[in-house]
């Protein structure tokens, strides 16, 4: 078999071998992305720091966010990395130096803040090497594989990738209560596995170009984005009397410098004989507008998770019998419908599309994800779980229909020596969206909760004999607080209430408000108002990456070298160059 014009030195199994390793290389990166979700209370127990006291948001959220944020920094600058000097060597440097950094992630010894922040430092080094990994794998698979088999080898490596997302949750409430340590251990042995396997049975298919290293568009765009990033997490914490902070002078300001940083970026890769970011790459039609579902699509559904586990952990799994501690790993196992949603549409509709053509399949996938967020909409707060579990799977369905075959159109769209550079940009969006998607969602949830929550608080706790005004206090507590307490798996009334005042009620009132349905019902309402914005948000999304993603254009010729632009700005191959030298098959 010959792939790109070389031949494969392990004959056609090799592209199997691929797909293989580069699949679960993406399962670890997106894996790691969220099984701290679910136990980062047994995290902090172990680190003995309170999450919910105020002054610690910022180490629960950069726990969080600090490993999506590198990794959709660095992805771009890898990808292009790997144009240059090797789309396998800097995939398999990745697998070492995410492994490494999970194995130091198990032997914190510090706790309070230290530990916290030696957490979050080894998050960030642990992301560096995701970034790696998602940055060269869908490269190195395109590489391996002829164009009309790109969809289902895409389709398998992307709905595993975003499924790992939600199968971390499950695997993060079974390790958890055990050891937290085992959160990122188990990360270990399956790390050094596929390092050993990577380096022994991956070859180079493409042809590395040595160019000089853009530093001034790396260092603006990492700019740019870490500080939009930052400008997220602190924007969804108060500000003064605000439930926000979006209108805080540091939000504005770091937003701002953000902005102009990368405004830097893009005039500086205009210019740059070598740029990190292909904007020419722009001109091909399926390749922005596929761009543009990523990017809107990873909106809505990056979201989506953090708004499901706190709707079952903080009111759902509680007012049906489940005990606070144990609701962690219960909402990673009652989401599952979802990841088997998107492992069933996955691959199928890859394969479909590499029959048949990507637009129909990603467009009717956006579609479905819309009408999805609609019918959750309509459910009751304490549901029915057989009509959540379907709609779940409608979702993930949806998604998976519509992720496959977005990634092969974009990535049979590039020409064979940008796939590294196109698919790091295309993963930067939708790693990148990811982030901002959660600032949305929790913004959008403070909001609603904020309309009406305070009042709600202080009736509720009023009436069960807490004095007015502790029960004043605990109503105007930032709602990002309840979120968070909900989102962990925790019952805060003692926290907003404080122990001294519970301790003066009497054994039935103390019993009643420590309780499984006192905050449950609490927060209800409110929530269902904060619920009802973000996914009204959600369905706006995928609309619009709907018709996006149908605006990619009919058939893409993709290059093999710089050619013209056609005057609907789809790039086309050299006259008289067969799709087998110019470039990989037409897709639709």
């Not at 992805?75 to 999970?102: E, K, P, Q, W």
């Not at 009397?241 to 939000?251: E, H, I």
Request: with cysteine; charged share 10%.
């Amino acid at each position: 078999m010959a792939t790109n014009g070389r031949t494969d030195p392990r004959g056609d199994h090799y592209k199997w071998i691929a797909l293989s390793n580069c699949t679960l290389g993406v399962l670890l990166a997106t894996l790691d992305a969220s099984i701290t979700l679910i136990a980062m209370p047994d995290i902090f127990r172990g680190i003995k720091l309170d999450p919910l006291v105020p002054a610690n948001s910022f180490y629960l959220l950069w726990m969080i966010l600090g490993f999506l944020v590198v990794a959709s920094v660095l992805i771009v600058s890898l990808g292009r990395l790997g144009d240059m000097y090797g789309r396998v060597r800097i995939y398999n440097l990745g697998f070492v130096i995410y492994t490494v950094a999970s194995l130091i992630l198990t032997v914190d010894w510090l706790t309070g803040r230290p530990g916290a922040i030696f957490l979050i430092v080894f998050r960030i080094v642990q992301g560096v090497g995701a970034a790696c990994l998602l940055a060269n794998s869908a490269a190195i698979i395109t590489d391996a594989f002829p164009a009309d088999q790109r969809g289902t080898a895409l389709g398998i490596n992307n709905i595993v990738g975003v499924s790992g997302l939600f199968i971390g949750l499950v695997l993060g409430g079974l390790l958890a209560p055990i050891s937290w340590r085992m959160v990122f251990l188990i990360s270990v042995p399956v790390g050094v596995f596929g390092t050993v396997w990577a380096y022994l049975k991956l070859h180079e298919l493409s042809t590395p170009r040595r160019a000089a290293i853009d530093w001034p568009g790396n260092i603006s765009f990492a700019l740019g984005l870490v500080l939009i990033m930052v400008a997220v997490t602190y924007g969804i914490r108060p500000y003064g009397d605000a439930a926000t902070g979006w209108a805080s002078p540091r939000v504005i300001i770091l937003i701002g410098c953000g902005v102009l940083s990368l405004l830097v970026f893009a005039i500086v890769e205009t210019r740059a004989s070598d740029p990190m970011f292909k904007l020419p790459l722009f001109k091909i039609r399926a390749f922005t507008f596929g761009s543009m579902s990523t990017l809107l699509s990873a909106i809505a559904r990056g979201g989506l998770m953090f708004i499901l586990v706190i709707w079952l952990q903080g009111i759902w799994l509680p007012q049906h019998g489940y005990d606070f501690v144990d609701t962690p790993l219960w909402a990673g196992i009652y989401m599952l419908p979802l990841t088997i949603g998107m492992l069933f549409a996955g691959p199928t509709s890859g394969y479909l599309s590499d029959r048949f053509g990507s637009r129909p399949f990603a467009t009717g996938g956006m579609i479905g994800a819309a009408i999805s967020f609609f019918l959750l909409t309509l459910l009751p707060i304490d549901f029915p779980y057989p009509l959540f579990a379907a709609v779940l799977f409608l979702n993930g369905v949806s998604m998976g229909m519509f992720a496959s075959p977005n990634r092969a159109g974009v990535m049979n769209s590039l020409p064979p020596s940008d796939r590294g550079a196109g698919g790091g940009m295309n993963q930067t969006f939708q790693n990148s969206a990811q982030v901002l998607s959660i600032g949305i969602f929790f913004t959008l949830m403070i909001a609603g909760l904020a309309a009406t929550l305070p009042h709600t608080m202080f009736s509720g706790l009023t009436a069960h004999g807490v004095p007015r005004e502790a029960a004043r206090r605990a109503a105007h507590l930032p709602p990002v607080s309840i979120l968070f307490a909900a989102f962990l798996g925790y019952n805060p009334v003692a926290h907003l209430v404080g122990s001294p005042v519970l301790a003066r009620l009497s054994a039935a009132q103390q019993h009643l408000l420590g309780g499984r349905s006192f905050f449950p019902h609490l927060i209800s309402a409110p929530f269902r108002t904060g619920l009802h914005e973000a996914f009204a948000f959600a369905i706006v999304a995928c609309l619009i990456a709907a018709v996006a993603s149908w605006s990619r254009g009919g058939r893409v010729q993709a290059p093999r070298r710089p050619s013209p632009v056609d005057h609907e700005g789809v790039a086309v191959a050299p006259a008289g160059v067969p799709a087998e030298v110019g470039g990989p098959a037409p897709t639709r």
